[in-house]
């Protein structure tokens, strides 16, 4: 009974695919060389716009290539919904400077919801992450605008299922600036010819205002949001089979507190939005205020800290005796797991990165939240530190230890899909690492880092998918689990022309439930991901990437410790570009994802005949685009 739900709510991306066999397009890029950089927080990765625009397979698009680093596995190739470190996805949390959002990118394996000229930067924080950091239990990926560049720019792109734009101006003689950026999806068109009777669309904005109100004080105003919808036609008229969106507008202060102080304050209002079918939808509309503070006490410390309050307005409707295409009897177990209600979580913390001396630097940090849902209260404390042991010009030790709390979780990020009530407690979650970080040249550096993370009482419907007892469907079951690995990564030049990066993971997840501790339904031991670009003169570039990684348990077979065959994926990529005077410039960019064809097992299916394998695709992504900046 309850199967059906799980497989709409948690697997719509998968139903777009491949029930429809419909091929997303993804956004073309621009220019790479990739390098290191030394992240602002030991034992995260951080990654600029310009490190990853032309790695294959990414599309041009920074947030595609969170996929890439070790510790992140993808519970299927290409689909957004990431296991960090043996977390879930609905324990992985997205901010977009400082704001919460649902989720990255558009449905199925669409763009992201943000042009990616706008990207400055992408930071993955897989445990141990800052104090102003809370509420998951998992990882965060946290990503920063560009700031306003002063001149009149401009950026578009065009391809075969959607066009998008970005144009920034200054104004009033450079004191303020404005923004506005788009993209629409004409996928339909394309579609209609593959699937007469699917309908696909997206489109996403941003704009933004920035006003320099004296030397030390600006005020800003950013809005954006995302549209999805995938429709069936019937009998002469399009019927939603699903349908999300959310919308963000947020105003922000920034001042000077004296000489060595910064100080932010800014409220958020917040609307998330699904629908399956049209019987019924999710919604949360929420209203948010953080401030932060930053004061530079001397040479060898700083303090940061600040507040955090979210109020949430969750909503259900289901119009008529059915639930999309969900059975009447199946609408009480809905409405159980996503009442009606408001919830309101309020949070403070505080943080010194503090520097004894060159070589060490220190983060000692704790947060604290309290949580309100359904007239269950529940409060979460989380200390955290970070750590930073220069050993010579090339060699540094990183250590990251932290806990973290969250409210229960749905199975995946999805706008308004927040599991209500307290009454099982929260999720909690302790992570530990510890690494090297060798500049093996000034031109190739490496990270070495061991982990492990403990998990408890969690809500994992995914990774105890195969083996809870009774209803495998209930999202509120708990488990606890344990996560540990090894992780490598390399970047910069590799010699004879060749830029890239490598990353392997080592690891293991388990899961606890019903006296009986198993793997996780998606533990995979190994996994490799290496993407190399050349410059092969007058400015073509071409480049290539791999991404292997071992099968899953096999659910019908696990306890003979059988798993699923192995899945390997190549892409490819080939850029022609033109320049004009000094700031102008055009590119013309092909890019294959999974140019070999390749299916993916997912799982086993047996009956009185035999097992066979339960295999997707190929789902194989072409892309031709054009793209041009001034």
Not at 11 to 18: D, E, R, S
Not at 330 to 352: C, H, K, M, N
Not at 451 to 475: C, I, R, W
């Amino acid at each position: 009974m309850k199967r059906r739900l799980a497989h709409r709510a948690s697997g719509f991306a998968l139903f777009v695919l491949f029930a429809h066999e419909v091929h997303a397009e993804e956004p073309p890029p621009v220019e790479v060389t990739v390098r290191g950089t030394k992240p602002s927080r030991p034992a995260s990765t951080s990654m600029t716009d310009a490190e990853v625009r032309q790695v294959p397979g990414a599309f041009g698009d920074p947030f595609r290539a969170v996929e890439l680093l070790p510790g992140v596995t993808p519970i299927a190739s290409g689909i957004p919904y990431f296991f960090v470190r043996g977390a879930p996805p609905g324990n992985v949390g997205y901010f977009l400077d400082g704001i919460r959002v649902p989720l990255l990118y558009h449905i199925g394996l669409g763009p992201s919801v943000v042009d990616p000229a706008l990207i400055e930067r992408v930071e993955l924080h897989p445990g141990g992450y800052p104090a102003e950091l809370g509420r998951f239990a998992g990882g965060v990926v946290t990503a920063e605008t560009k700031r306003e560049s002063g001149a009149f720019h401009g950026h578009g792109t065009l391809r075969l299922l959607d066009a998008g734009a970005m144009v920034e101006s200054p104004f009033a003689d450079g004191a303020a600036s404005a923004m506005v950026a788009g993209r629409y999806s004409y996928t339909g068109l394309l579609l209609s010819l593959i699937s007469p009777t699917a309908e696909l669309g997206y489109w996403d904005y941003q704009a933004r205002f920035g006003y320099d109100l004296n030397r030390d004080e600006r005020l800003s105003l950013f809005a954006f949001g995302s549209y999805d919808f995938t429709g069936e036609k019937r009998g002469g008229r399009t019927a939603t089979v699903f349908e999300t969106q959310f919308h963000r507008l947020d105003v922000r202060f920034d001042g000077r507190l004296g000489s060595e102080g910064t100080a932010r304050l800014d409220a958020t209002l917040g609307l998330d939005r699904t629908a399956f079918g049209e019987d019924g939808r999710v919604r949360d509309r929420s209203l948010g205020v953080r401030s932060r503070m930053s004061y530079r006490m001397g040479e060898a410390a700083t303090l940061q800290g600040g507040t955090d309050a979210l109020l949430d307005a969750f909503d259900i409707e289901a119009s008529r005796p059915s639930f999309g295409s969900i059975d009447v009897d199946q609408i009480p177990v809905f409405l159980d797991l996503l009442p009606t209600r408001r919830d309101l979580s309020l949070g403070a913390y505080l943080e010194v990165a503090f520097r004894p001396f060159e070589a060490l630097q220190i983060v000692p940090g704790i947060r604290t939240d309290f949580f309100s849902s359904k007239g269950e209260n529940a409060l979460g404390v989380d200390p955290r530190v970070a750590m930073r042991v220069t050993l010579s010009e090339r060699v540094d030790v990183v250590y990251a230890f932290g806990v973290a709390h969250q409210p229960p979780s749905y199975i995946v990020p999805l706008p308004g899909f927040q599991i209500g009530g307290l009454a099982d407690g929260l999720q909690s979650s302790v992570q530990s690492s510890a690494g090297v970080e060798w500049a093996v040249t000034s031109k190739l550096k490496t990270k070495w880092t061991a982990f492990e993370n403990a998990f408890f009482n969690m809500t994992d419907a995914l990774g105890t998918l195969h083996f809870a007892s009774g209803d495998q469907t209930d999202f509120r079951r708990r488990s606890s689990g344990r996560s540990i690995g090894a992780e490598i990564m390399a970047q910069g030049q590799f010699g004879l022309g060749f830029s890239g990066f490598a990353a392997y993971t080592l690891s293991r997840s388990t899961r606890a439930l019903n006296n009986q501790t198993f793997l996780s339904a998606f533990d995979r031991t190994h996994t490799l991901q290496a993407a190399f670009g050349h410059d092969l003169g007058r400015q073509w570039r071409a480049g290539a990437r791999l991404a292997l990684y071992s099968g899953v348990p096999d659910p019908e077979l696990e306890s003979s410790g059988a798993r699923l065959p192995a899945f390997y994926r190549v892409d490819l990529r080939l850029e022609k570009r033109w320049t004009f005077g000094e700031a102008r410039w055009l590119a013309l960019t092909f890019e294959v994802m999974n140019a070999t064809f390749q299916k993916e097992t997912l799982n086993t299916r047996c009956d009185t005949t035999g097992c066979r394998p339960v295999t997707i695709g190929p789902i194989t992504l072409p892309s031709v685009g054009l793209e041009g900046g001034f």
